[in-house]
């Protein structure tokens, strides 16, 4: 607020034009309407300093370590991003490590909160991806909703997936896995049209030795190379339970699987689109129309059955299509986080509230995953 005074001034200096008395009057008038200026801007620049910082709560802070599944990660940059303008007084350290590390890291209390893309084993586990093998014992021991008296990790399902084989194939552009065995000419084939029927079997079979022969399959036009996770993952102890080829001591892959590594949905997703006649497996976000996906990355249906929001979880449709596919368990799994010491509080807390709130869960979909 300005005021003028110069006119007063001049006004206040003829001594012809008023008395010394009125003037130290008109003096304190100014005073008052200048100080009630100041008080004026002071106010309005507290309510816009109010208004800055309504969205934001100094309440909760501290500090705590996120590590593990790499299928998590990416929701967990975006949760973090938008937590962190709500609560700036809390610091989160973000790393990888694989869904094994992110639940042994956490029960040997190496970290705040494990993230994982499967669930707990039931029988445990253990993680050797740091070069130091970490154990974790069974879900009924470590997980408190496994009830064990002594049970002190906490678990948090935050949002659910569905895999879906994927590939990059000459001449196709569609892919169902079907019912059937190795070279299963009535089964499987590549149409003029593009659809590309392959069998469970001979998946399998391609997984075991890292090649689909193109003689097994007519109308392929060269083999197919097969890809799996170079990293511990949950996405891995899913498919590979899927392909029947799990190994149970690291949850993982048999080592008799000679299909090559790459490392995270987005290592085989990058991998797969450039290049030519090569087949993995990733989570369907990260495949073609996904928010993470590429074109080129082609996903497979299940006997038919595509996956999709529609018939997310397990026991639903697409999990049920692949389970009659493979007879063994099927491709849709859950995304989870891991805390300890004990029921969440405090920083941890806060987070995991965000995470649950309707803001949190548009954060798991616009991740490439679905909601709870």
Do not use: C, H
């Amino acid at each position: 607020m300005k005021i003028n005074t110069k006119g007063i001034k001049a006004f206040l200096q003829d001594s012809k034009a008023i008395s010394p008395a009125i003037a130290t009057l008109i003096l304190i008038v100014i005073a008052v309407v200048a100080a009630a200026g100041v008080g004026i801007l002071v106010q309005s620049s507290q309510k816009n300093a109010e208004a800055q910082s309504s969205n934001k709560d100094l309440s909760v802070s501290g500090d705590f370590v996120i590590k593990g599944s790499t299928t998590v990660l990416p929701v967990s940059q975006n949760e973090i991003q938008a937590f962190s303008k709500i609560y700036p007084s809390v610091t989160i350290t973000l790393g990888g490590g694989g869904s094994g590390y992110g639940k042994a890291a956490v029960y040997n209390k190496l970290i705040d909160v494990g993230a994982s893309s499967s669930i707990w084993d039931p029988a445990g586990g253990s993680d050797s991806s740091t070069g130091t093998t970490l154990n974790y014992p069974s879900r009924t021991e470590a997980v408190i909703q496994g009830t064990g008296a002594n049970a002190f990790v906490y678990e948090t399902k935050i949002g659910t997936g569905l895999i879906v084989v994927a590939g990059n194939i000459a001449g196709a552009t569609s892919i169902n896995i079907v019912p059937g065995t190795i070279n299963d000419s009535t089964n499987e084939s590549l149409s003029a049209g593009g659809v590309l029927n392959l069998t469970y079997g001979e998946l399998k079979q391609g997984y075991v030795t890292g090649t689909i022969p193109k003689g097994n399959v007519s109308g392929l036009t060269a083999d197919i190379t097969t890809v799996q996770r170079s990293d511990d993952s949950g996405t891995e102890d899913v498919f590979s339970d899927y392909m029947g080829l799990r190994d149970s001591a690291t949850t993982q892959f048999q080592s008799s699987v000679k299909a090559i590594g790459q490392s995270g949905n987005q290592g085989i997703r990058d991998y797969i689109a450039t290049t030519k006649n090569t087949i993995g497996f990733v989570d369907i976000g990260f495949a073609a129309g996904g928010i993470n996906g590429n074109a080129a990355v082609i996903p497979a249906a299940q006997n038919g059955t595509v996956a999709s929001k529609l018939n997310k979880g397990v026991g639903g449709t697409y999990d049920a299509s692949s389970k009659s596919v493979s007879g063994n368990k099927g491709l849709a799994r859950d995304l989870y986080y891991y805390s300890q010491p004990g029921v969440p509080a405090g920083a941890v807390k806060a987070y995991l509230d965000f995470v649950l709130s309707p803001d949190g869960q548009k954060i798991v979909e616009s991740s490439g995953y679905y909601q709870n």
